[in-house]
């Protein structure tokens, strides 16, 4: 893909992130277009409609997570992995909206899912994490730890969801050390 498609795919799914993020997913797309300066075709080349531009949205995210937790084929810890889904739900609220509306069929989100677990499990295994945490949690527990983190979606704006992680986190890392 040429340097300039790809700034422009990035621009447009910055500008999706940002109105999605202040005005929810079911926005026109056009406000999008509009947001990142490019036209309509534009946005349609590059997204045949708001599912196509909410996966690539999904995949972006995963990749910024596998990106800073797996770094030289050794994975962070998951307390890292757990920090990273919070400061995400702080940040860009958007896609725990998609992850919540979308079902078991849409193959996008399947693949999703088992990509974050395959994230969660090298974290899992990660040498940080030997002898701290329960012994019955595995990688698929943390698709529950995420929408449980899920309720830092509750604040109003970034300064309460901030204020509301630090609490839901005390919470959960309560639950997940050894006794």
């Given amino acids: 893909m040429r340097r300039d498609a790809v700034e422009r795919r990035a621009r447009l799914l910055d500008a999706a992130e940002t109105e999605f993020t202040q005005r929810g997913i079911n926005i026109p ?18 997204f045949p409609d708001r599912q196509a531009l909410l996966d ?27 920090e990273h889904i919070a400061e995400s739900l702080v940040m860009s609220p958007v896609l725990s909206e998609y992850w919540r509306s979308t079902g078991k069929t849409q ?10 677990i395959r994230i969660a499990d090298r974290c899992l295994k990660a040498e940080p994490n030997e002898g701290h945490l329960r012994s019955d949690i595995v990688a698929e527990d943390f698709l529950l730890i995420s929408s449980m983190l899920g309720g830092i979606l509750c604040g109003r704006d970034m300064k309460e969801r901030e204020k509301i992680k630090e609490r839901v986190l005390s919470f959960l890392y309560t639950g997940i050390l050894k006794e």
């Fill in 29 to 46: 797309l056009e406000s999008v277009a509009e947001r990142a300066g490019v036209g309509i075709g534009t946005f349609y080349r590059n």
């Fill in 107 to 116: 193959e996008a989100a399947n693949l999703a899912r088992d990509r974050f």
């Fill in 56 to 82: 690539a949205l999904l995949d972006r995210s995963l990749a910024r997570m596998e990106n800073q937790l797996i770094d030289d084929e050794k994975a962070k810890s998951v307390y890292d992995l757990i």
